[in-house]
Nanobody, 121 residues
């Protein structure tokens, strides 16, 4: 069963940075494309960034491109999301998921606990 544990969220002021981490549990990460999603209160899940299993394809959402960077360390079974220049609109719970492909972003696992990010002064 594909499971992830997300961490690294917190309260940060606008313009600040956070680094989220996502550790895979019970399987090896290197066979899967991995994506970060977020869900703001009252909204649907939104794709934030995605990285292919071979690192040769990376996708960012229009609202995060240029500010967020996704990376993976297959040896540590971990995917990270570096978030810079955070805005109040980035406030959400962030989740990672294995996906069918970067182009489809179709998730292969249930949502985990996620990690909450609050951007506020």
């Amino acid at each position: 069963q594909l499971q992830f544990v997300e961490s690294g969220g917190g309260l940060v002021q606008p313009g600040g940075s956070l680094r989220l981490s996502c550790v895979a549990s019970g399987f090896t990460l290197d066979s899967y494309a991995i994506a970060w999603f977020r869900q703001a209160p009252g909204k649907e899940h939104e794709g934030v960034a995605c990285i292919s299993n071979s690192d040769d394809t990376i996708w960012y959402g229009s609202s995060t491109k240029g500010r967020f960077t996704i990376s993976r360390d297959n040896a540590k079974n971990t995917v990270s999301l570096q978030m810079n220049s955070l805005e109040p609109e980035d406030t959400a719970t962030y989740y990672c998921a294995a996906v069918l492909s970067v182009s489809t972003m179709a998730t292969l696992n249930r949502w985990g606990q996620g990690t909450q990010v609050i951007v506020s002064s």
